[in-house]
């Protein structure tokens, strides 16, 4: 829904296409978002089981030059599968 009113505010005319891309993201996006609030609000009160997303650093190295390294931001997505609770 957001894209949608970003390229509205973006396009200069009303015949502009992205005006027609912009109502049809925002058409999109309402039913998604009554959807998936409740989804958020469950999985928020079963926190121990929801997934966790983290910011950090993560260390690449290079294939074919083995002794060169590069550290990049990351993001980590896990989620707990061996939940005993």
């Not at 998604?32 to 260390?59: D, E, H, N, W, Y």
Request: no cysteine; hydrophobic share 45%; net charge positive.
């Amino acid at each position: 829904m957001a894209l949608g009113l970003i390229s509205l505010g973006v396009s200069n005319n009303l015949s502009d296409a992205t005006i027609g891309i912009g109502y049809s993201l925002i058409m999109v996006g309402i039913p998604v978002t009554i959807v998936g609030l409740p989804i958020i609000i469950s999985s928020a009160s079963k926190a121990r089981k929801a997934a966790r997303l983290s910011v950090g650093t993560q260390t690449v190295r290079a294939p074919i030059l083995r002794d060169s390294q590069e550290i990049y931001p990351a993001i980590t997505f896990t989620v707990n599968l061996n939940s005993s609770k």
